[in-house]
């Protein structure tokens, strides 16, 4: 994928767990839905993507992001992208779903880049209308 803005990842987790998550400490996610909301502006622009695909897919071990932590036992189900700001696209999916507080976001001041959902099909419709697809 080329080019350079804002991505969210539509995961799945099967089954609720408690993982440990960087300096955030241990967090219970439920079985459902979420959505991480990140940037994508620096050099490899949305090529960021492709790394976490690799960590979600077992083939990059590195953490570096909290998401880093969730991504090996999710499937990610789809990738919505555009060139609003990030803390924009985040703002607007926390104003309709409830958030993972503190995750995703230690250099902005958003409560969460992470949110949930128990269907798909809310969280799609939260997504698509805050990047405005």
Known sequence: MEGKGTYTLILQLKEGRKLRVGALG?????????????????????ARIKRHLEVAAGNNGTRKWHIDYLLPHSDVLQTVTS??????????I????????GFGCSDCRCQSHLHYSRTLDSMVKAVRKAHRV
């Open 94 to 101: 926390d104003a309709v779903l409830p958030r993972i507080a």
């Open 83 to 92: 060139v609003r700001p990030e803390c924009s696209v985040a703002s607007g």
């Open 26 to 46: 241990e967090i219970y996610f439920e079985e459902g839905f979420y959505a991480y909301t990140g940037s994508a502006l620096g050099a490899g622009g949305f």
